[in-house]
């Protein structure tokens, strides 16, 4: 017997489903179901034998898996024990991406009418009644009483009789218009949907009651429907927030399960690993059967050896069909080179018996057998490359994880692999296993991935080990339930009333992580009102996850308290800093917290707004020794954004410094210095605790001048410490308000050299060894501008002109809306968008003065509520934003304490000229120019005294200048700026200060 080609290529076909009844169809099937690990087609016939009531079953699988032919052999087994069987695909009676109810049934009905050509079932008025309305209803003409008329493309016009007009053919028309066009598919649910329970009934009373009577009659023992394909039913979401595969199987399974018959319906397997599974088997009152890939490997990932003997078999089977199985194996070299390249096709299939017919079936294409490996090889390439063009980096990292672990959790992300085949589902007697698709696993970005998961989770293992430190700093019980999941059993502090409670570590958080959180709290006995939870983060969650947060706080009563991880491993040094640190947070967003009341620098990365693009530039800076002088007003953002650098650098040793305990001390080098050496011994021991470190501890009345020297050999040391231990350089030293340290005319000559020996050594490290970048912060950027200084013979300013100046700009107003639209969802609270105009308008987009002018507005209204929260709406605000220092104090007191005192303290009394100057003239459409200004003010101050003035204000944001033609013109940045001014001045007063 030799290999016939064509008949080869036949039975080779990956489209085309076994019908094991058909004598020819019956010599290619393989009963794979030892190796499958379930019986699943004896159990649905079994079910479908011993019932004397009608049942439904759920049948599912992998598409391709092989359920088609399964199905076909169980209509054949059920047809020999005398049951008459009415299977079809429903795919060729509906449109897959847009199905409903009505549409199967009425399916159902057209296939089970068709198939009762011998059986008298008496005439089903009520259903032709029905299908009449619809025609009617659609416009078009079905005439049952006379015969159906239509056209075949082709052959031409077809009429049939009376007589031999079936139910069939009038539901058969009517879906084949519905399929083909959106617009009656539309129209049809309209008149059906409000009648599913009429048609359902009619189906059962006028055809499957009376089919079976007769079917009885006849020596039938019932009737049974097959519904294949609806497997392939579109995921695409419903308007009622439902998927298309839920409302059809879970919102609308019990519609479907009212026929009077056996039915199976095939269910797309994503239903299995979705949090409805337990709904949809309590809606068909039977949990779905699935049909496993073929076993090529075992979960140990050794061979699996019968199932590679079965697949081979297959294989051969279609090249050889009429010989045994011992003469096919002797048959092998007709279609492979060797047994090899047949055992590495059946492997590389990962038991997916399409994708081996189809990887077979591309061999066929482009060359006659035997197959050589060369050529099965450039095939699997070719299908390799094909899939990972749709594989995404998120998906990589999930298939990593199923790599190892060989299960699932039941997130979306899982379901898109099963779905895209990217990952199979197998059975043995400890239950369903996972894999990853061969053709898959070989490929390099899945190999790289499987050694990045292994890194990841050492670094998970390390940031579990790092929260349960931080937690037992603070008092807490924990116990650990997952490998990212802590409970708190008992907790003092604001907590305490809430324990117990989970806490989740993520990477960076997803929706999956919240909905895991609600559902695992739901578990958890407690007595208060709302149930919490804590989030730690490496990295913030996106808007998607804020907005759930917001959500099941409002739905739920569901409290998540998101902390950043870097904030974690800060505190980790005592208990006191970690209780406070957790305390800080738990105030922040606990029940009745105000978010926007935030009066200290933002070390919460979910509240921090508006400088991403600062915060890049700043690192990369950083990252090549820049010294960077950042200036700005108080409460502008410069301590924050410190804060938020610390975190996203958190790679290298970051030492942050506030200098204000410094202040007016005549020595301070010796003081500084240690804190520095300290922080990086500390950090060091952190990343290494075994190690030796032999720094000594300089005298705190030293002169920095007889330190600098062995500070600048002590840090070097330090640093290669650190470098060892894993950090990476240069070491990162963060001063924040400087002005506390910086000479003044009134300091002694011992406090100016004093400076210079402390940032002469700074600058060593920076300039000379590489091994520090600096960044200074504060109002003024005296230290970068002074270069001689007032007293006698001191040396001029090591680090005049040393850093590059960035001043922190107030935002935009897109910026602002953002801050104050994501703080509002933390709280359940939302602004119009006059509102949100106006408070940008108002603040000039500084986020300080933003944010506590949403905090008023919050305290002072009765917020109307909607289903998204509360609504605050201008119409219902204005008194306040009109007259803010009445009702807030803190925006009263930052104007007076932080600018205005400011001014006076450095006696910079043009700045405040020009800013009276301007807000009584704000009328003017143009602003002030600067020619008129100048002029103005040439009696009092010097024109260069005016433009530093001017460059200043401009550059920290109080000032707007605006360039016109023949000249500058400048305006108020901040208008509650100007209120605060005309507040302080009588009316006379405000008269003199206006142009004439």
Not at 370 to 398: F, H, Q, S
Not at 459 to 473: G, H
Request: glycine share 6%.
């Amino acid at each position: 017997m030799t290999l016939d080609l064509r008949k080869f290529y036949q039975a080779i076909n990956p489209a085309k489903s076994l019908a094991v009844e058909n004598s020819e169809d019956g010599k290619y099937y393989i009963d794979f179901s030892s190796v499958r690990g379930n019986q699943t087609i004896e159990n649905l016939k079994r079910t479908i034998r011993l019932s004397d009531t009608p049942t439904c079953q759920l049948f599912t699988g992998q598409i391709g898996c092989g359920k088609s032919t399964e199905l076909l052999r169980l209509k054949a087994q059920l047809e020999q024990e005398e049951f008459h069987v009415v299977y079809f695909e429903s795919s060729q009676d509906l449109d897959m991406l847009d199905v409903d109810v009505g549409d199967i049934l009425l399916a159902i009905a057209r296939h089970v009418s068709g198939s009762l050509k011998e059986i008298t079932i008496g005439e089903p008025k009520g259903f032709k009644r029905l299908l009449q309305d619809v025609a009617k209803f659609l416009q078009t003409e079905i005439d049952l009483s006379s015969g159906i008329e239509f056209s075949i493309p082709g052959i031409g016009q077809i009429t049939i009789s009376s007589e031999e007009t079936s139910l069939a053919l009038g539901i058969g028309k009517i879906t084949a218009k519905v399929k083909e066009s959106p617009k009656f598919r539309d129209r049809l649910r309209q008149y059906l949907e409000p009648q599913t329970k009429s048609l359902i009934d009619t189906i059962n009373q006028e055809l499957l009651e009376p089919a079976i009577n007769s079917l009885k009659q006849q020596g039938k023992k019932g009737l049974v429907v097959i519904v294949d394909n609806l497997d392939r039913v579109d995921n695409r979401p419903k308007p009622s927030g439902s998927t298309q595969q839920e409302y059809l199987f879970i919102d609308r399974g019990e519609q479907l399960r009212g026929l009077n018959c056996h039915v199976v319906y095939t269910v797309p397997l994503g239903l299995i690993f979705s949090n409805e599974f337990d709904h949809l088997s309590q809606q068909f009152m039977a949990k779905p059967l699935v049909l496993p890939m073929v076993s090529v490997k075992l979960r140990d990932g050794s061979e699996c050896a019968e199932g590679m003997i079965l697949l081979r078999q297959m294989v051969l089977t279609r090249a050889f069909p009429d010989l045994s199985p011992e003469q096919r194996i002797d048959r092998i070299t007709e279609i492979f080179d060797s047994s090899e390249t047949l055992n590495r096709l059946c492997r590389v299939s990962g038991g997916h018996v399409r994708n081996l017919l189809w990887l077979l079936h591309e061999c066929l294409l482009k060359d006659d057998p035997p197959y050589t490996r060369d050529l099965l090889e450039e095939v699997i390439g070719k299908r390799r490359n094909e899939i990972i063009l749709a594989v995404t980096e998120e998906e990589w990292a999930l298939l990593r994880q199923v790599g190892q672990q060989k299960k699932l959790v039941g997130s979306d992300g899982e379901q898109i692999l099963i779905q895209s085949m990217f990952i199979y589902e197998y059975r043995d007697s400890q239950g369903f296993w996972f894999d990853v698709n061969p053709i898959l696993a070989e490929a390099r970005e899945l190999a790289e991935a499987l050694v990045a998961v292994q890194k990841d989770q050492k670094l998970l293992e390390n940031a579990v080990e790092k929260v349960q430190q931080f937690l037992m700093n603070t008092g807490a019980i924990t116990t650990l339930e997952e490998k990212r999941i802590l409970r708190i059993t008992a907790i003092p502090g604001r907590l305490k009333s809430y324990a117990p409670l989970p806490v989740m570590f993520a990477a960076q958080p997803i929706d999956q992580n919240v909905t895991e959180l609600v559902q695992y709290s739901a578990k958890l006995a407690g007595n208060s009102l709302y149930k919490v939870s804590i989030l730690l983060y490496r990295k913030p969650p996106d808007t998607s996850v804020r907005l759930q947060m917001a959500q099941v706080r409002a739905r739920d009563h569901f409290v998540l308290i998101p902390i950043p991880f870097a904030a974690i491993e800060q505190a980790l040094s005592n208990e006191a800093t970690s209780t406070g640190l957790l305390a800080q947070y738990a105030e922040r967003y606990l029940p009745g917290a105000d978010l926007f009341d935030d009066r200290n620098a933002i070390g919460d990365t979910l509240c921090f707004f508006g400088r991403g693009n600062l915060l890049h530039s700043l690192e990369e800076d950083l990252r090549r020794n820049q010294g960077i002088g950042l200036f700005g007003l108080r409460k502008s953002g410069k301590t924050s954004l410190l804060l938020q650098l610390g975190f996203a650098m958190r790679q290298y040793p970051v030492v942050h410094i506030d200098l204000q305990p410094y202040g007016g001390k005549l020595r301070y080098g010796a003081e500084l210095f240690n804190k520095i050496l300290q922080e990086l011994s500390l950090l060091i021991k952190k990343s290494t605790p075994n190690a030796t470190l032999n720094w000594a501890t300089f005298q705190r009345d030293c002169p920095a001048a007889d330190l600098g020297t062995d500070f600048v050999r002590q840090v070097s040391e330090l640093a290669k410490l650190l470098s060892e231990s894993g950090y990476q350089l240069p070491i990162l030293l963060f001063l924040d308000e400087i002005e506390r340290i910086l000479p003044t005319k009134e300091d002694s000559r011992e406090r100016a050299e004093e400076f210079n020996a402390f940032f002469g050594g700074l600058r060593a490290l920076s300039q000379e060894k590489q091994l520090l970048s600096i960044l200074i912060a504060d109002v003024h950027p005296d230290l970068n501008r002074i270069n001689h200084w007032s007293q006698a013979s001191v040396p001029t300013n090591p680090v005049f002109n040393f850093f590059k100046e960035i001043f922190v700009f107030p935002f935009s107003e897109e910026e602002t809306t953002e801050m104050l639209i994501e703080i509002g969802k933390l709280m359940g609270v939302a602004f119009d968008k006059e509102t949100l105009v106006t408070i940008h308008r108002e603040s000039g987009g500084h986020p300080f003065i933003a944010r506590q002018l949403a905090s008023l507005l919050c305290q002072k209204t009765d917020q109307d509520k909607s289903e998204s929260g509360k609504l605050i709406k201008l119409s219902t605000v204005t008194r306040y934003l009109k007259r803010p220092f009445k009702y807030s104090g803190i925006l009263k007191d930052y104007f007076e304490q932080s600018i205005w005192a400011d001014l006076k303290k450095r006696e910079n009394f043009s700045a405040m000229a020009i800013l009276r100057l301007i807000a009584c003239n704000e009328e003017l459409p143009e602003g002030v120019k600067e020619e008129a200004l100048l002029d103005r003010l040439s009696s009092d101050f010097s024109e260069s005294e005016c433009l530093d003035a001017l460059r200043w204000l401009e550059d920290v944001g109080l000032l707007v200048r605006e360039e016109l033609e023949e000249d500058d013109s400048y305006q108020l940045q901040i208008l509650l700026m100007s209120r605060w001014l005309k507040m302080q001045m009588k009316p006379e007063e405000i008269n003199r200060w206006q142009l004439k």
